[in-house]
C-alpha cells in the first residue's frame, strides 16, 4: 500500500470518528432540550397549585399568629399596671401594624330600682342629667386625664353641667345619691386594635384582633366576623341573670413591621372594673368603623333569638337580649329580664404593644 493510500484510509477513518462524535452531541442536546421542555411543561401545569400551596401556607401563618397574639394580649390585660413581657414571633410575609379608633361603646346602667337616669350630650363641655325621681345630688366626671365634681340640684327636669373634662379615649360618669350611694354610671371609650396583612397571589389577605373580636377579608372579597366581642349573658341556677363584658383597647404607636425574628413587647396599662354589681336599665351602643358591615353582623348574631321570639309572638316571655328602641339595633341594646334580678360587670384590659 502506498503512503498516499495509507493517509487516505486514516483520514477517512478520522472522518467517521469526527461524524459519530458530533452525532453524540446532537443527541444529549436534543435530550437536554427535551427533559427542559417536559419540565417546563409540568412547571406550568403545576404552577397554580403551587401558588395555592404558598397561599395557604401563608394564611395558615397569619391565622397562627393571629391566635398567639390574642393569647398574649389577654395574659398582659390581667397582668398589674406596667408589666408586662417581650416575645419574638416569625413573620415572613406578614406584617403588623395599629389600627387606631376602629370601635366605640357606650354603656350605661342604673344600680337601684327606685331611679331611673338618662345622661344627655349636649356639647363637648355640658351634660344634661334628667333623674326620674329626683335623687340625684353629685356627679363625678372622669377621664383617662383629669376628673370634675360637681353637686345637683332636685328637680323633674333635665339639669345641665358644664365639665372642663376632656378626652379623646374614654369618659366616665357617675352619678350619685343623697348618702353618697352610686345611682347610675355610663362610660364612652373607643378602642383601638391590631392588623396582620398577609401577602398572596391574589392581593392582601387582613385579619384584624379589636376587642377580642376577629375580623378577616380575604383578596376581592368582604369583610367577615369570625369572632364576637367577649359578652355573655347567662341565666344562673338561682333563677338569677349575669350579663358580662370584657373591653380590651391595644394601644400601638405605628407599624410593628415584618421580618423572620420580631420582637413584641405586651405591657399592661392596668385593668379596670367598671360596672359590677346588681344592675337595671342596663344598655349598651357599639359602633365599628372599620368598615359599614362590621356592626350589622354584630347587631344580627345578638338579635337572633330576639328576632326569633318576636316571630313567634312570644316576646312576653323572653329573656336575652333585646334592641334598646328601634328594632334593628341601632339604638343600641337592652336586656329583657321579666323582672328577674340581673348581676351586671363590665372589665376593661388595656395594653400596649411595641417592638
Known amino acids: 500500500m502506498s503512503v498516499n493510500n495509507h493517509a487516505e484510509v486514516i483520514s477517512r477513518r478520522q472522518s467517521k470518528q469526527d461524524e459519530r462524535a458530533v452525532s453524540e452531541v446532537l443527541g444529549v442536546v436534543m435530550l437536554l432540550a427535551m427533559v427542559i421542555t417536559i419540565m417546563g411543561g409540568v412547571w406550568i401545569f403545576l404552577n397554580p397549585y403551587l401558588s395555592d400551596f404558598e397561599d395557604n401556607t401563608n394564611w395558615n401563618s397569619a391565622s397562627g399568629i393571629a391566635d398567639r397574639i390574642e393569647d398574649r394580649v389577654e395574659v398582659a390585660g390581667n397582668a398589674p399596671d406596667g408589666t408586662g413581657f417581650r416575645n419574638t414571633l416569625a413573620m415572613q410575609s406578614t406584617s403588623i401594624r395599629s389600627v387606631q379608633n376602629v370601635e366605640h361603646w357606650y354603656i350605661a346602667a342604673d344600680f337601684t330600682p327606685t331611679e331611673s337616669i338618662t345622661l344627655r350630650t349636649v356639647n363637648g363641655t355640658t351634660l344634661a342629667v334628667l333623674a326620674a325621681n329626683e335623687s340625684a345630688r353629685s356627679i363625678t366626671i372622669q377621664s383617662e386625664t383629669n376628673e370634675f365634681t360637681s353637686t345637683l340640684i332636685a328637680s323633674h327636669q333635665e339639669v345641665f353641667v358644664t365639665h372642663n373634662v376632656s378626652s379623646s379615649h374614654w369618659m366616665m ?69 349575669r350579663l358580662s363584658l370584657l373591653l380590651t383597647d391595644i394601644v400601638s404607636n405605628g407599624s410593628i413591621g415584618t421580618g423572620s425574628n420580631i420582637g413584641m413587647e405586651f405591657i399592661s396599662q392596668g385593668p379596670m372594673t367598671l360596672f359590677s354589681g346588681p344592675s337595671y336599665n342596663v344598655r349598651f351602643l357599639v359602633t365599628n368603623v372599620l368598615h359599614d358591615v362590621i356592626t350589622p353582623q354584630y347587631h344580627e348574631t345578638w338579635l337572633a333569638d330576639y328576632t326569633i321570639q318576636r316571630s313567634a309572638g312570644t316576646l312576653d316571655t323572653f329573656i336575652g337580649f333585646s334592641p334598646y328602641q328601634r328594632a334593628s339595633g341601632a339604638d343600641g341594646f337592652s336586656i329583657s329580664s321579666q323582672e328577674l334580678p340581673l348581676y351586671f360587670e363590665v372589665d376593661l384590659q388595656r395594653i400596649e404593644v411595641s417592638r
Open 173 to 241: 360618669v357617675s352619678i350619685y345619691g343623697e348618702q353618697g350611694q352610686l345611682l347610675h354610671r355610663s362610660f364612652d371609650i373607643t378602642l383601638s386594635g391590631l392588623q396582620i396583612q398577609t401577602s398572596l397571589g391574589q392581593g392582601e389577605h387582613q385579619i384584624v384582633l379589636m376587642n377580642n373580636a376577629r375580623a378577616e377579608r380575604f383578596p376581592n372579597g368582604a369583610w367577615d366576623v369570625t369572632t364576637m366581642p367577649m359578652i355573655e349573658f347567662d341565666r344562673m341556677a338561682n333563677n338569677e341573670l
